[in-house]
């Protein structure tokens, strides 16, 4: 059987670490897409845990939030199922409560990766107005996340709030974290719920780490 990450949860709620030595859960005790079959080493967040996080961060954001009016801005393409879910569960919190919000939800596009490197390259597609802004899967260096933050600043909006769902340990250049975070995770290339390998396995469900033959099988 496989062992229990290692989670710990201060009050301040920074985000669930999983530790360096987390091995993941083996495959067999869960079920994915038959194609994938070989290309995956273990199952690292599954599925259920990604969605009942999402809802714990959903009822904070609700918490937390003044205003009635919120835009979602969803960072295509790896943020696309953090962000439906995170709307979803603010929407459900926020419903017949005095908090009750309408979510507006525009879509912004960054591309940064090649095979499982970053590039310099950052290129941003995005809507011509913005007023509060949440959703973003990954945040490792953090130089994504300045580079667009300070873009939607351009748009002054109100308030402005990230939500991450995984933040990696690597040294933040950029000194900035999100203000909602799922998981701390130690600095591996995850796939899997939207987050791909040249475009492959954004059709997978849990947060999972590619193997070697998934790796070059998908390589460009
Ligand atoms: N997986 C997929 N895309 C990414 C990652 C990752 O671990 N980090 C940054 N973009
Ligand atoms: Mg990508």
Known sequence: MADFPVIRKDSADKGIVIEDDWPGYGLDLFTYPEHYRGDLENVYIPHGVIVNRTECLARRIVEDM???????LCVLKGGYKFCADLVEAIKSVSCNTARHKTVRVEFIR????????STEDLQIIGPEDLSVVRGKAIVDTGKTMRALLQHVETFQPKAVKVAGLLVKRVPNVAGILPDYVGFVIPNRFVVGYALDYNEYFRDLNHICVISEQGKLKYRL
Do not use: G
């Open 66 to 72: 003044e205003d009635r009016h919120v835009v979602a």
């Open 110 to 117: 960054l591309k940064s990766y090649l095979n499982d490197q």
